[in-house]
């Protein structure tokens, strides 16, 4: 007897697929009537939307080698490059992941601390007191320079870091513009025409990237250094061996694209929520004052809860899989959606109220609570960032109370990331 599909949202490919570039979280949001799971169809593959906790579970703790996280985020291929952590799988993926992982040990964590630091409150500083500014403007410089001098170990005063922020910026600004994903994602990441596209801005950048990697290797500290180019550098796998340029080159645009866009936006929102919530800036203003750090903690998690960065991750089955009583053949694509499981009542009551008083002496579900995604493929840098919101926002915080200007923010598609309409719109009290 055949298995049946999961029921299917009836609209033409095109149509979903402009919807979705729109706003991935109203397009889910309108879908979620067929059931927990339901497939939607605007990519080369449908896609199987998964929203129960179970279901999730099943995938988060599936082998490896039965579904491929690495084929489901292939869209980013062009720009991340074949070597990309994000874009591996099997044992490729897990020496990367094992190469980068000292980077992200809890004790370096403490001396990137003092950088965020650093950052953050000479960005606060900028921050005009007396009018209106766009939150997201300030946390997106905070996110970049830290991510810079934290991933490339390049001094915010040296020629070489500008140029290369310069890069950065401008190829980051480039691939978030509305729609650049959809002809990767119509067409495959490895077309011609879609690589055609893409290299103007990637060239200038990889240029840069392979002169500071080559004047790197020759530095005589290269050893001693901790910045997470020269530690990858330095890494060794099982094997003893290292990385190669194209290697680095991969991971380095990785870590910038995946660790300052999402940092940047889950920041601006956590200050549009709050503004928007009444008594939460006070509230935030007080907690730094009184130093009471689990309320922080619990602002990122509720932030991340009800505007979760990114609104889904991506598997695709390698091997025949059966996943909330359907069964799934090799080629299906396995989509947990964070957005709908962040919003179940069942496990959230009032889902829409932003409130991190729910998250007093509650600690986040695996399976309930996944901005950073799961299992083997756990965002490697979710403790960084949680760090980073925290020390971001004990700056702001300082600095006075915020008000909202104007009303609730509505969600605008960025890249992959879902951000504040008009980037959390604010001033100081
Ligand atoms: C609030 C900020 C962030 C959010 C919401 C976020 C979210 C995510 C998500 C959902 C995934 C996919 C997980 C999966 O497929 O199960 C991921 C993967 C990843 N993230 Fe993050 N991330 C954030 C910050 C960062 C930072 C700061 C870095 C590094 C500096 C980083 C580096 C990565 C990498 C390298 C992966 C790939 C992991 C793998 O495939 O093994 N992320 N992130």
Known sequence: MPTPQPPTLRQPRLVQGVRFAKSQK?????AAHLGDTFQVN??????NVLTHPDAVKDVFTASPQVLHAGKGNEILATALGEHSVLILDEDEHMRHRKLLLPSFHGERLAAQAATIQR??????????????????????????????EIVLGTESTGEEHDVLADHATSTLEWIGKPFRLLPPGLLGPRHPLVRRMYKPVLDPLDESLYR???GRRKEPDLEEREDMLSMLLTARDEQGNSMTDVEVRDEIVTLVVAGHETTATALAWAFERLAHTEGSTEALHRAVTDGDDPYLTAVSQETLRLRPVL???VRQVNRPVEIAGYSFE??????????LLHRREDIYPDPLEFRPSRWKDVKPGTYTWIPFGGGVRRCIGASFAMAEMEIV????AQAGVLEPVGGDEKVVQKFI???????GQLRFA
């Open 26 to 30: 109203r397009f889910f949001e309108k």
């Open 42 to 47: 605007f990519q080369r593959r449908r896609w």
């Open 119 to 148: 950052i953050a409150e000479r960005e606060v500083e900028r921050i005009p007191r007396d009018s209106t500014f766009s939150m997201r403007d300030h946390t997106q410089k905070i996110a970049l320079e830290v991510i810079l």
């Open 212 to 214: 500071l990697i080559a």
């Open 311 to 313: 609104d889904v991750v």
């Open 330 to 339: 090799k080629g299906e694509m396995i989509v947990p959606c964070i957005h």
């Open 393 to 396: 926002m004990k700056a702001v």
């Open 417 to 423: 990331t879902s951000s504040p309409a008009r980037g």
